[in-house]
T-cell receptor, first 116, second 113 residues
Framework: EPEVTQTPSHQVTQMGQEVILRCVPI?????FYWYRQILGQKVEFLVS????????KSEIFDDQFSVERPDGSNFTLKIRSTKLEDSAMYFC??????????????FGEGSRLTVL | DQQVKQNSPSLSVQEGRISILNCDYT??????FLWYKKYPAEGPTFLIS?????DKNEDGRFTVFLNKSAKHLSLHIVPSQPGDSAVYFC????????????FGGGTRLMVKP
């Protein structure tokens, strides 16, 4: 069964460092997303990406965040200068089309980011 | 941000009985609702969804009920199985917000053998 894969599974970084989280969405999917879950809190939407551009983003997704689909298969989330409060589980997701038509998002297993 | 709330952080049910997980929302623009299941160290997995034009959707042991006037939805699992033990998230989407999901805080379901 096709699945969304994420790397790394866990990354520890120093505050102020840049981090890149990588995702390989399901191959025929057109929409891509990043969500995050801070420990003990809700899963929160960060950004959605379609047709090589950001389609929506939340207030969390400020200037320190960026997304890219550099090679047609990978989908990356870059955090330019990490802060302690960026420590969270980051989930990548993809969907074949608009959710109302296709039913659901397919999530990866997550990348745990720990900022020290 | 409490647009989607799951007021029960945990629920314990005996195997074979019905599990009922509840979810309330406040945003009247939400028109599509989903339930996800999450095991530890895994991403959320889609279970079932319902559009606001319906009040019930059934898929095997899982049924979702939507009460728009009360802004309430529930997930029924019957019969419950030990493998159903997981955290269940309710999520909602508004048509004018594309595919952005707003999640509830989750309910941990424990099904006892």
């Amino acid at each position: 069964e096709p699945e969304v894969t994420q790397t790394p599974s866990h990354q520890v970084t120093q505050m102020g460092q840049e981090v890149i989280l990588r995702c390989v969405p399901i191959s025929n999917h057109l929409y891509f997303y990043w969500y995050r879950q801070i420990l003990g809190q809700k899963v929160e939407f960060l950004v959605s990406f379609y047709n090589n551009e950001i389609s929506e983003k939340s207030e969390i997704f400020d200037d320190q965040f960026s997304v890219e689909r550099p090679d047609g298969s990978n989908f990356t989330l870059k955090i330019r200068s990490t802060k302690l409060e960026d420590s969270a589980m980051y989930f990548c997701a993809s969907s074949p089309g608009q959710m109302m038509n296709t039913g659901e998002l397919f999530f990866g297993e997550g990348s745990r980011l720990t900022v020290l | 941000d409490q647009q989607v709330k799951q007021n029960s952080p945990s629920l314990s049910v005996q195997e074979g009985r019905i599990s009922i997980l509840n979810c309330d929302y406040t945003n009247s623009m939400f028109d599509y609702f989903l339930w996800y299941k999450k095991y530890p160290a895994e991403g959320p997995t889609f279970l079932i969804s319902i559009s606001s034009i319906k009040d019930k959707n059934e898929d095997g042991r899982f049924t979702v009920f939507l009460n728009k006037s009360a802004k309430h939805l529930s997930l029924h699992i019957v019969p419950s199985q030990p493998g159903d033990s997981a955290v269940y998230f309710c999520a909602a989407s508004a048509n004018n917000a594309g595919n952005m999901l707003t999640f509830g805080g989750g309910t941990r379901l424990m099904v006892k053998p």
